[in-house]
């Protein structure tokens, strides 16, 4: 939670810059809250016993590892329990697991963590972390409110409602399961905290939003419909209220976080005339978020469940195409045997024995024949003339002689 949610600034100062030295920090800002956290409490709030066990978280700045404080509602009065290895917000109460619900974004050895993890918190500070919020999508470094209602805890992010299944039986554990958003956003816009009234089971916040003293509202987890129910005038606007408790008879058990300079603690009654009272006062406070009332005494240790790891699915195989149907082969004949030789066909024939081939001699040299031309054959002709004329003549002469 925000000091003063950035309103109110000429009446509080904001946290100086911090070296990077957080546990050094954590350390003195402890010691700081308990020797200046003295609380001047009404008459009213000292005759009034109250049955309600309640904690608060507080941080000095962002990403400053938590402690954790046990609270006595009746004054406001805090006593330390434990500084913590994680940096938390958000807290809450699961009668389920029987353990208080934080969100950590940032543990003692890693800053800032990849993903927000849900932590289980229990009366000594002794810390179980269930592991990371299934939403890699975003980080939660910004979440300032958280309740838990069955199996759900509800996260305010800036103008979002976040719901988170912390069922470990369940297959949606630690996954976001619904997102709304607070409508009207002036009203919802300055929840720092809020809790469930475990007389009508409705979530109930003061809202410190516009002009005026700090408004009592509903919330609508279904719908984010924030409803103004009334608005006392004791009830300071202007700063936040960073840690809220619902007890068991109907009272709104209320930090605001820097009023003039001083954190004041209130008793608001849910009902009737919505009387509120200041029952005390200290020094202002930056990161605080607060719940309760826890059952005494709360459940061992051991029998908080711790869900196995979850695994990563791996990715879907890409949609692969049906491979192309591929025609059968064609049927092969079967082989027939010979048909047996007919009697009528001609009676194989001795094959005469093959002479042994010769050496081949070696290729003589011949001379290319010339082309004949028009003029040899023109010869020719003329030599085959004569010829005949000479046998035409001498057959005449031997005619001649008979």
């Not at 009446?11 to 402890?30: E, F, G, H």
Request: proline share 12%; with cysteine; glycine share 8%.
């Amino acid at each position: 939670m925000r000091l003063n949610d950035g309103r109110n600034t000429r009446l509080s100062q904001r946290a100086a810059p911090l070296r990077w030295r957080p546990d050094l920090v954590a350390l003195s800002t402890t010691a700081s809250l308990l020797a200046l956290f003295t609380l001047a409490t009404s008459p009213v709030a000292q005759a009034a016993p109250v049955n309600c066990e309640a904690f608060q978280v507080r941080a000095s700045a962002r990403g400053v590892l938590s402690t954790l404080y046990r609270v006595d509602v009746s004054t406001g009065g805090v006593t330390t329990v434990a500084g913590l290895d994680y940096a938390v917000n958000a807290l809450g109460y699961s009668t389920a697991l029987g353990r208080l619900v934080a969100l950590s974004t940032r543990t003692r050895h890693e800053w800032p963590l990849h993903q927000a993890h849900v932590v289980l918190l229990d009366k000594q500070g002794v810390a179980t972390d269930m592991g990371a919020i299934r939403a890699p999508w975003y980080k939660f470094d910004d979440v300032s409110a958280g309740a838990v209602v069955g199996n759900l805890f509800y996260l305010r992010d800036n103008e979002k409602l976040h719901a988170v299944n912390i069922d470990p039986a369940s297959p949606q554990y630690l996954a976001i399961v619904s997102s709304v958003r607070l409508e009207p956003g002036w009203l919802g816009s300055s929840l720092d905290d809020f809790a469930v009234n475990p007389v009508d089971g409705r979530l109930y916040g003061l809202s410190s939003e516009g002009h005026g003293p700090g408004k009592v509202v509903t919330i609508d987890p279904a719908s984010g419909a924030v409803t103004k129910v009334a608005a006392p005038e004791v009830l300071p606007g202007g700063s936040t209220y960073g840690a809220v408790v619902a007890g068991p008879t109907g009272t709104l058990y209320a930090l605001n976080n820097g009023f003039l300079n001083r954190s004041r603690f209130f008793h608001v009654a849910l009902g009737g005339a919505y009387a509120a009272t200041e029952v005390g006062s200290g020094v202002p406070v930056g990161f605080v978020d607060g719940a309760g009332c826890l059952p005494a005494p709360m459940p061992p240790r051991s029998n908080v469940p711790i869900p196995p790891a979850q695994p990563v699915p791996p990715p879907a195989p890409k949609p692969q195409a049906p491979p192309a149907a591929v025609p059968p082969p064609a049927a092969t004949p079967a082989l027939q045997p010979p048909a047996p030789p007919s009697s009528s066909a001609t009676p194989p024939q001795p094959v005469a024995p093959r002479a042994p081939m010769k050496r081949p001699e070696p290729r003589r040299a011949v001379a290319a024949a010339s082309e004949p031309t028009a003029l040899t054959k023109t010869r020719k002709w003329a030599i085959a003339t004569i010829v005949l004329v000479l046998l035409g003549a001498s057959g005449a002469a031997s005619r001649a002689r008979r």
